[in-house]
């Protein structure tokens, strides 16, 4: 199946409003010099970005997305950003990211309360499953993932697979330089998390579900990750604050 290649920065906790615009229209004119078109770009700002990026970005085909958000759409929860706040100014958040998980004690429950409620709100979840590296070394990354996407994406409302999108981080491969090795990754996919995706939502819609791969992907590495068959785009981090090494993970998506 023809799955439309995603290239996602996660600028995490990084830039300034103005740093943001900055870095977005170096974006924007790397873009034009691009073959338009046969892959789709996501950036994820910090909240404090979103506006301004929205209101750069309004004629131009590069997506926008939050980076968490709380299942409620609004209410006495101080600090926290509603469904309905992001779906002003984006089409995707990303959820049950491993720091999300980690440093803030996310649970697959609360990551399935966000995710069903992102769906009601007509925004696409990004949802980060991933296993640590000690329970890799266990044996048991297959388990935790089927595990995280059962426990994650139960009741999750979708019809097609455009209104879901998932990302295969190791939590090992996040930030640290390593990067899992491209085949193991493309067979993860295909005997893990294809078969929970086709369980969950029946044969057409999970197979149209794309699934990203994360973690110290750069512009070095991106081209082995993206002609995997089984890898549709990246969650890039790191890499997605220098302008030059995105636009170069996006041409090799194309
Ligand atoms: P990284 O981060 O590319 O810096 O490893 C990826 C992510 O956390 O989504």
């Known amino acids: 199946m023809k799955r439309t290649p995603l290239i996602a920065g996660n600028w995490k906790m990084h830039l300034t409003e103005a740093q943001a615009v900055t870095l ?29 990026l929205h209101k750069l970005l309004i004629s131009d085909p590069i997506r926008l997305g939050g980076q968490n958000m709380h299942a409620s759409t609004q209410g006495a929860f101080t600090g926290e950003i509603s469904p309905l706040m992001l779906a002003e100014f984006c089409q995707y958040v990303i959820l049950g990211h491993s720091e999300r998980r980690a440093l803030f ?15 009601q709100h007509g ?38 697979g455009s209104q ?14 390593q990067t899992a090795t491209p085949e193991v990754v493309n067979q993860l996919i295909a005997a893990t ?11 057409p819609v999970g197979q149209a579900i794309r699934v990203l791969y994360g973690g110290s992907v750069n512009a070095g590495n991106a081209v082995v990750f993206l002609s995997q ?26």
């Open 24 to 52: 977005a229209r170096k974006l924007l004119w790397g873009l034009t010099r691009l073959p338009a078109g046969g892959v789709e770009v996501l950036l994820c700002p910090p909240f404090t970005a979103l506006s301004s």
């Open 105 to 119: 004690q996310e649970t697959d429950e609360d990551i399935n309360l966000k995710a069903r409620s992102a769906v």
């Open 123 to 160: 925004l696409v979840p990004i949802l980060c499953v991933g296993e640590t590296l000690a329970e890799r070394q266990a044996g048991r990354a297959e388990t935790i993932i089927y595990a995280q996407l059962m426990a994650g994406l139960q009741q999750v409302g979708i019809h097609r």
């Open 164 to 177: 879901l999108v998932i990302a295969y981080e190791p939590v090992w491969a996040i930030g640290t330089g």
């Open 193 to 203: 998390i294809r078969p929970a995706l086709v369980r969950l939502f029946g044969e």
């Open 229 to 254: 068959p089984e890898i549709d785009g990246a969650l890039v981090g790191g890499a997605s604050l220098d302008s030059d090494a995105f636009l170069a993970i996006v041409s090799a998506a194309l």
